[in-house]
């Protein structure tokens, strides 16, 4: 670039030009985009009064941190429940989901892919089935079926581990990874436990890193199953109780607002740190499923 | 190896969707001392043809219609234009790409709370005193939630706001692998932009198009936690100009222990995620092919 700036400026002039209305677009948008987040940002700092008050909002002079310790101070009974403890459920319940469901997943994904047994033809076309199957289609009878299970930590875990699309994923990127790799290290007499610990499943980071995302995504968002079956405070997970906070009367929205930033900001770090993984595994998950 | 995950499928997919068309045949109570009676075909010939049920019903399945409807072109389009402005390598792109995807690490239960306050009644809400600023007051104050007339389209705008990214990153994948060759011959031919546009840019995505434009069709479906939250916590939402298919399967589940006809909406929910599914297929396997 800097080459063809020098040897050849007056294009580069024309480039230039063409690229400020090209630039102009990207930031109106950028604008409208990041507005909701700048104003629940702003709201989370700002007096509760000023919430529902216009502009007003976004005068940093009235900004300060009495939102964040509101909230910690509103959250901390056993009736409201603690505001501690609604990150502690939903980081076990994500952490559990991410982690039990890339092992239990992607060795399923290797049994399908690589090995012979019977009913494997059988399994995988009922992985097929199984994938066009909605959560939101299995949520009313699970609700029913599993009732006794209501306001627990395990009901919030266990339905999520077992995942088609996780399974499909990984079974399409070990397909990808050729044979010989797997005979090479047969005839060297290592069995298919071996072969996929130690050989298979470190080949295929790119795979694990986008089911991981994409799980952390969907699990640490969830709504509809806590909705049904929990009612308990101390066992609820970030967005229910944010709707719950919302709900509450009189409401108070600026702590409202810094409940939301404290939600999604682990969501960021982990996107900003992993963006370039988000994006593919974001990506890859649509493409192919 | 594959045991663990495909028990876990079976006992959190396949058991409860069969359990649901089972329930769906009965009179099926959380909590009912009385064995469930056998209905037939009740419950279905209820929620499409009996006046007290069927209105609700149909007119959820009529939202989620218009959801898809407007949803799907617009978003897509969107989604295209976004893709298209960030897909140049220039400087400072990576952060306009980060930005418009950002909403789709919120969220929906979050996303729907932010909403409700930037589109506030009255002239205390974002939106309503922005309108009033840039129209110099002559652009009244809007019930956006409450108001029939616009109480869907509100839960659209948000909606397309944070699914926009998602959809804006496959089709920038799609962007970057049409062949920069078929530009430059375009370009030989004196094809000015748009002409590039029409007969470049869209043959090269169209397959990844249709798929994204499907994709969305059943993410429109399957809308649930934003029409919850912001119609169960004081979101002040038209319940009757916004509910949905899953709204419904919820309220009569969970409001009105109905799990029997809960079921039944369960079932033809998804009845028609899989004809929307297998047509997906057929596309996606087009593509392959």
Redesign the interface.
Known sequence: MAQMTASNPKISRRELKSRIPHYAVLLVTGVLFLAPVAYMVAASLAPASDTLAGFTVFDVTQWGLHNYSGVASSLSSDSTGHLWRFFAVSFTVTVAVVGLGLIVNSMAAYALARLSWRGRAVALLAILLILIVPFEAVAVPMFYLYNDARNTLWIQILPFIGNALSIFLFYSFFTGIPRSIDEAARVDGAGPWRIFWQIIAPMSKPAYASVAILTFLTQWGSFLWPVLMISDPNLRPLPLQISVFAGQLPPAWGQVMAFGVLLVLPVIVVFLVFQRWFIEGVASSAVKG | ??A??????L???????L??IG?SLYN?R?GDPRDPSFMGLTQYVRILTDPDVSGQFLDALLHNLIFAAVVVPVQTALALA?AL??K?N?P?MGV???????????????????????L?R?????L???LA?FSGGAFGSQDWLGSELTALASVIVLSI?QGCG?QM??L??ALQQVPPELYEAAELDRANGWQRFVHVTLPGVRT?LV??AL?TT?LSL?V??QI??LA????GLNEDATRTV?YE??T???DENN?GR??A???V??LI??VL?LIQRRVTTEKEG
């Open positions: 190896m594959a663990p995950a495909i028990s876990l499928l006992l959190f997919v396949a058991v409860p969707f359990a649901s329930f099926v959380l976004l402005l960030v140049k220039l400072g306009f790409r980060s930005l418009y995807f950002l909403p789709v690490v919120f969220p929906i239960a979050l996303v729907a709370i932010i909403w409700r306050l930037i506030a009255g002239d205390q809400g974002l309503n005193s922005a600023f706001w998602f990153v496959i920038l994948a990844t798929f994204v994709y059943i399957r649930f936690d919850y939250v169960k916590s004081g979101g899953m399967a919820v009569a589940a969970f799990i809960a079921s909406i369960s079932v929910f998804f995620v899989v599914s």
